[in-house]
């Protein structure tokens, strides 16, 4: 498929970038991917951050992305040179029932951020998406839920046809494509109706929407092979919403184009990714979700032919645990520090010094995955430490406190250590917001007392480093 902002191979799935962000991920890490298209929605844009501030969005092109033809608005507000496809707000229709009113002339929804009343017409939603500069604009159109009535998805299908057919006059930029939106629930003769409407019009491509609402998959496989044959072969067919991966490869058999889920990168934020069961192909279309672990044990269930950044640094992210074993309850991370700058220049594959292998950079999720490993790391030691030192002495009370208590793990695995091993010790920590660390106390003790005029000459200051506690 040709757009304003290069090819994009079909069949195609879109990550879903909803705000302008694909969430824990940068342009540099979809390019990387290899998506050719992503998703942003009108509804959300309008609301936050506006379309006038992405508008006058300034930015630079992704350096050495391919097919980078410029543009502003929102390209360059993502700093994103490849396509973009935006949904018109029309799955908020559904989405956000509860504070919509769909009315002949569009729809009246009330701001879910400020409560603020506006309407969205078909008019308006494309003259966002054609500010936006995007390369797919979408139609607004009605969601029907699942289950619905006949006689409501009728009036939806049929409301969306007028609203396609005002949207079909709206003039958009050149190098624009408009898409129509087949819409009928689970009803067979609605959406050969809407969709014959629809090709009438003759759009530049055609969605199908209101599907993987909840009705049952084989409605949907139903709907798809009664009516993408009737859509024209020669423009791109597009199923909105979906989804799993057997999804998709039976949508494929039936002859659609284009895809997009929140799936993909909401399982992966959660720990989980997809492999194929031992056996299985894409005919047999039969994934397995694993994982659900916040470390690596599932990595034996990866094929070896994976080729994510994930797979690349799999078996080579482990960081030493300083003194993990050592008998005293000493700890320092100076080591950690050293073998994480000797990991940073491994993955980036750049020689010494170690200060070049910084600048270098990292992808981020290879760079998340690196945090979470540190963290891990000294989580491992201060918990191990801190429980062999109570067990040794004997203490009836463990104190987490300073800035390192504000570390979300070690709160957690520190409280887990403690009630399995000592379940007869208390533990203290202070609530979140007085886990501050000691360096910014003292910064701000000092501020307020350099404000009131208060100084001490450095001559005068008594520093000890034997102090002993109270």
């Not at 308006?124 to 009535?149: F, H, R, T, W």
């Not at 501050?436 to 005029?453: E, V």
């Amino acid at each position: 498929m040709e757009t304003a902002h290069g090819k994009a191979q079909t069949p195609f799935f879109m990550p879903i970038a909803t705000k302008a962000s694909v969430k824990t991920l940068d342009s540099f890490d979809l390019a990387g991917f290899g998506a050719e298209i992503i998703l942003s929605n009108t509804y959300h844009l309008m609301l936050r951050p506006g379309i006038e501030v992405i508008k006058k969005a300034g930015g630079l092109r992704l350096a050495g992305a391919p097919h980078s033809r410029g543009g502003g608005g929102l390209h360059k507000f993502m700093n994103w040179p490849r396509a973009i496809l935006t949904d018109s707000g029309g799955y908020q229709v559904f989405s956000l029932a509860k504070q919509r009113k769909i009315k002949e002339d569009g729809v009246e929804f009330r701001s879910h951020i400020d409560g603020k009343k506006f309407i969205l017409t078909p008019e308006l939603s494309l003259e966002i998406q054609k500010n936006l500069g995007v390369d797919i604009a979408m139609i607004l159109d009605i969601c029907s839920p699942y289950p619905c009535s006949k006689e409501d998805a009728e009036e939806s299908m049929k409301l969306t046809t007028e609203w396609a057919k005002r949207s079909k006059k709206f003039k958009l930029k050149k190098g624009q494509m408009k898409f129509g939106i087949v819409q009928g629930s689970v009803y067979s003769d609605l959406r050969l109706k809407s969709a014959e409407d629809l090709v009438k019009l003759d759009f530049d491509g055609y969605a199908v929407g209101g599907l993987a609402v909840g009705e049952p998959r084989e409605k949907m496989f139903r709907i798809l092979k009664e009516i993408v044959p009737k859509l024209p072969e020669d423009k791109p067919r597009y199923l909105m919403g979906v989804g799993q991966p057997e999804e998709i490869v039976e949508a494929v058999r039936s002859g659609i184009d284009m895809f997009d889920c929140v799936l993909p990168t909401r399982n992966a934020r959660h720990g989980l990714l997809y492999v194929w069961r031992s056996g299985s192909s894409l005919r047999g279309a039969n994934p397995a979700l694993v994982g659900k672990r916040r470390s690596n044990p599932l990595v034996s269930e990866i094929e070896g032919d994976c080729h994510a950044p994930l797979c690349s640094t799999r078996n080579d992210m482990h960081l030493p645990r300083p003194m993990l074993n050592t008998p005293d309850f000493n700890f320092s991370f100076s080591g950690l520090k050293t073998a994480v700058l000797y990991k940073v220049r491994d993955l980036t594959g750049v020689g010494s010094p170690a200060s070049k292998a910084l600048e270098a950079g990292l992808p981020t999720v290879t760079r998340s995955r690196l945090a979470f490993e540190i963290e891990e790391a000294i989580t491992e030691v201060l918990v191990s430490k801190t429980i062999r030192a109570a067990k040794k002495y004997k203490v009836k009370t463990i104190m987490l406190a300073g800035g390192v208590s504000a570390n979300k793990n070690l709160r957690k695995k520190m409280g887990e250590a403690i009630k399995a091993e000592l379940p007869n010790t208390k533990y203290q920590i202070p609530d979140i917001q007085y886990c501050t660390d000691n360096a910014a106390m003292t910064a701000a003790a000092g501020f307020f007392y350099a404000k009131a005029g208060k100084f001490t000459p450095w001559q005068k200051l008594r520093v000890d480093p034997n102090w002993e506690l109270l």
